[in-house]
T-cell receptor
Framework: EPEVTQTPSHQVTQMGQEVILRCVPI?????FYWYRQILGQKVEFLVS????????KSEIFDDQFSVERPDGSNFTLKIRSTKLEDSAMYFC?????????????FGPGTRLTVT | AQSVTQPDIHITVSEGASLELRCNYS??????LFWYVQSPGQGLQLLLK??????LVQGIKGFEAEFKRSQSSFNLRKPSVHWSDAAEYFC????????????FGQGTELSVKP
């Protein structure tokens, strides 16, 4: 069964460093998303991406964040200058249209630790 | 404002007992509703969804959920819980439009005792 994959599973970085989180969405999906989950808190939407453009972004997704689909298979989230509060589990998701709606399928997540 | 409330942070049930996890939502339009499950160290797995039609929806692993518009609820049920059902369960609303975001509840952690 096709699945969303994410690398790395765990990333440790120092405050102020740039990180790139990578995702490979399901191959025939056209919509891509990033969410994050700070430890003990709810899953929060960051950004959605379709047709090489951002469709929607949350207040969290400020100028420090960017997304890119550099080729036909990868979808990346870049944090330019990490802060301690960026420590969280980051989930990538992809979706397709199904029965009038859009089911989002999630990857296993990347745990980002900023020290 | 759009929101999802899962009133129970943690529930413990005995193996073989029935289960109901509560979810209430606030959404301006007819909602699309989802339940996801997260096992420790794993991603979010879609259990079931409601888009339209029959308000009782069946999902994987023997779960079902009922959409009640009058109560703004979408409670998840299972008639007989297995030890492997121990996990965190998230209710979510949204996804109506392309690129539409999901809004998640706080999650309910389910423990199963033998």
């Amino acid at each position: 069964e096709p699945e969303v994959t994410q690398t790395p599973s765990h990333q440790v970085t120092q405050m102020g460093q740039e990180v790139i989180l990578r995702c490979v969405p399901i191959s025939n999906h056209l919509y891509f998303y990033w969410y994050r989950q700070i430890l003990g808190q709810k899953v929060e939407f960051l950004v959605s991406f379709y047709n090489n453009e951002i469709s929607e972004k949350s207040e969290i997704f400020d100028d420090q964040f960017s997304v890119e689909r550099p080729d036909g298979s990868n979808f990346t989230l870049k944090i330019r200058s990490t802060k301690l509060e960026d420590s969280a589990m980051y989930f990538c998701a992809s979706s397709h249209q199904s029965s009038g709606g859009y089911e989002q399928y999630f990857g296993p997540g990347t745990r980002l630790t900023v020290t | 404002a759009q929101s999802v409330t899962q009133p129970d942070i943690h529930i413990t049930v005995s193996e073989g007992a029935s289960l109901e996890l509560r979810c209430n939502y606030s959404y301006g339009a007819t909602p699309y509703l989802f339940w996801y499950v997260q096992s420790p160290g794993q991603g979010l797995q879609l259990l079931l969804k409601y888009f339209s039609g029959d308000t009782l929806v069946q999902g994987i692993k023997g779960f079902e959920a009922e959409f009640k518009r009058s109560q703004s609820s979408f409670n998840l049920r299972k008639p007989s819980v297995h030890w492997s059902d121990a996990a965190e369960y998230f209710c979510a609303v949204g996804g109506r439009s392309q690129g539409g975001k999901l809004i998640f509840g706080q999650g309910t952690e389910l423990s199963v005792k033998p």
